[in-house]
Nanobody, 133 residues
Framework: QVHLVESGGGSVQAGGSLRLSCVASGYTLSSSCMGWFRQAPGKEREGVAGMDTSGTTKYADSVKGRFTISSDNSKNTLYLQMNSLKPEDTAMYYC???????????????????????????WGQGTQVTVSS
């Protein structure tokens, strides 16, 4: 059975940093597409960052240059380093993992599409990030 467990959330002031972790069990992250999502109250869950099996990464425009997704295969753990945090980054953050999809020859941006469509079958329970001004 697949379990994804996030940690590292908390409360910080604007401009601060946090590093989220997502430990996987029953599943090998290195053979998967992986992603971080967030959901603020009253809003839809949105893809923040993703990474495919080749190490290709994708970021939402709102976090480019501030957030970095990475993984440690030896620990079967996914990370999200968040710097220069803003109040609008406040949300519940979720990690997700699944086999990389094949959408067809005209859709090579697999991780981008998986993020946009939330096309992951395995999700963590979330960790709260609150950024105060």
């Amino acid at each position: 059975q697949v379990h994804l467990v996030e940690s590292g959330g908390g409360s910080v002031q604007a401009g601060g940093s946090l590093r989220l972790s997502c430990v996987a069990s029953g599943y090998t992250l290195s053979s998967s597409c992986m992603g971080w999502f967030r959901q603020a109250p009253g809003k839809e869950r949105e893809g923040v960052a993703g990474m495919d099996t080749s190490g290709t990464t994708k970021y939402a425009d709102s976090v480019k240059g501030r957030f970095t997704i990475s993984s440690d295969n030896s620990k079967n753990t996914l990370y999200l380093q968040m710097n220069s945090l803003k109040p609008e980054d406040t949300a519940m953050y979720y990690c997700a993992a699944d086999r990389c999809r094949i959408y067809g020859p005209f859709f090579p941006d697999t991780i981008g599409i998986m993020l946009a469509q939330r096309d992951f079958g395995n999700w963590g329970q979330g960790t709260q990030v609150t950024v105060s001004s």
